[in-house]
């Protein structure tokens, strides 16, 4: 079946703008998760979506940064008045959480994101 | 301090040259242990989950063992398509958010035909 995708691939914009990058989950997961990769600094979490739970938003690095999952499904990560230190790929992962155990997160391809 | 931690950083071998990579962790309540391939400009790839020490999984040329305290990707027979880097990742019941993985620094493994 399909895979998890996300758009743009890429994104290059000028510092102070806004951007917005979105993630399309494998259909029927319950659970979206936001990760950024940065050259030396790996994988950090940002975000995690379960169900019709208030959103775990314990990873953002600041409040430029939100996002929001409509209709249990799509989700969009917007970053407000972009820095040059935001550069980065953004990794979208979801997977089928229930009451057993831990479930596999499945990442998408990522955006690559250029801040100028 | 550091929750997962991967050696080595990079690794080089011959095709057919077999070695292990380690993941270390010192998180308590362990939710499970999950191993990754990432390729250049790719998102990471699933390859295993283990949940309790003693376990193990196989697949093709890769095995994941899990003790106590680390797991090992042991690699037989590699071929130069394995090249990639490698993942490792707990979820734990500490911490600030129950539905993280925390990730190593990944090894980066290079097999030459």
């Known amino acids: 079946g399909a895979g998890v995708s996300q758009s743009p691939s890429n994104k290059v914009t000028e510092k102070g703008k806004d951007v917005e990058l979105r993630c399309d989950p494998i259909?029927?997961?319950?659970?979206l998760y936001w990760y950024r990769q940065s050259l030396g600094q790996g994988l950090e979490f940002l975000i995690y979506f379960q169900g019709n739970s208030a959103p775990d938003k314990s990873g953002l690095p600041s409040d430029r940064f939100s996002a929001e999952r409509t209709g249990g499904s799509v989700s969009t990560l917007t970053i407000q008045r972009t820095q040059q230190e935001d550069s980065a790929v953004y990794l979208c992962a979801s997977s089928l959480e229930g009451t057993g155990r831990s479930r596999a997160q499945y990442f998408g391809p990522g955006t690559r994101l250029l801040v100028l | 301090e550091d929750q997962v931690t991967q050696s080595p950083e990079a690794l080089r071998l011959q095709e057919g040259e077999s070695s292990s990579l380690n993941c270390s962790y010192t998180v308590s309540g362990l939710r499970g242990l999950f191993w990754y391939r990432q390729d250049p400009g790719k998102g990471p790839e699933f390859l295993f989950t283990l949940y309790s020490a003693g376990e193990e999984k196989e697949k093709e040329r890769l095995k994941a063992t899990l003790t106590k305290k680390e797991s090992f990707l042991h690699i037989t027979a590699p071929k130069p398509e394995d090249s990639a880097t490698y993942l490792c990742a707990v979820r734990y019941a500490g911490g600030t958010s129950y539905g993280k993985l925390t990730f190593g620094q990944g090894t980066i493994l290079t097999v030459h035909p």
């Open positions: 259909s029927g997961h319950t659970a």
